[in-house]
């Protein structure tokens, strides 16, 4: 591990705990190392204190070098950008380098995730760009407009659509899984099947929770208390690597591999293709 600039022993020991983290977690969220390190009694709790001081360090640390910026993700403040080209070579270059055959339209299912949070789209990075998932963050209750869209696409789709949800088990995320989306997207004529991925009953045992009465405010309170008590649970406790492992394992269980297999060499054949045409076409230009 390279030297901090100077920090006391206590500061590179916690350093050194995120490091172990992030090996196993990486790409992870700030708050996930702080769930982690909750659970293992470096950080006495989850309040603003703490997790503001695991950011804090965990920014001294990439800018040290200890610690490699792409480790932790923050999808709520990404750019968004315009793509441009220098010249008509740089954009045929980049169309062949960045092809890829759209593997699901010879699958039996259509497949999406959702979330409540943005920041889970970079933990599930790996695994939505391996398999080509559509990803969509809720933003807390989606608008009437992204609904009646959804449903409109699913009306027009020759094959159903399977959404693959994970969210917090707490009174906002478990009706949005459980009651509105599905309630809304068949008011617009739509039909989905919602799966909720993450976090579930079975994953609740080994995780910190906090008390559901402290999202009194939220109008499903009383909704949530009745069907699952008085605890709540943040996604942001569940392991990222386990989350990641636990979505890649459901989409796979929706795939019909031979035909995924085939898109794959079909795939292959076309980039070998486009790649002859792209060589013949600058030996033309010269």
Known sequence: MKRGRGQAKATLDFIEAC??????????????????????????NMGRNSTNKVSRILTTAREDGIIPWEWIVDETREAERVNTWSNSDQIIRATVNGYRRDYWQSQPEWVEVWSEKGTVRGILAPVLDKYGITFRVMHGYASATVMQDIASETRQADKRLTVLYVGDYDPSGMHMSEVDLPQRIRRYGGSARIRRTALTAEDLPNLPYFEAATKKADKRYQWFVSSYGHKAWELDAMQSSLLRDRVESEIASLLDLDAWEHATQIESAEVESMQRFYQAWRSAQC
């Open 19 to 44: 490091t172990e983290i992030l090996k196993v977690e990486q790409p992870t969220s700030v708050r996930a190392v702080a769930y982690r390190l909750f659970t293992q009694g470096v950080i006495p």
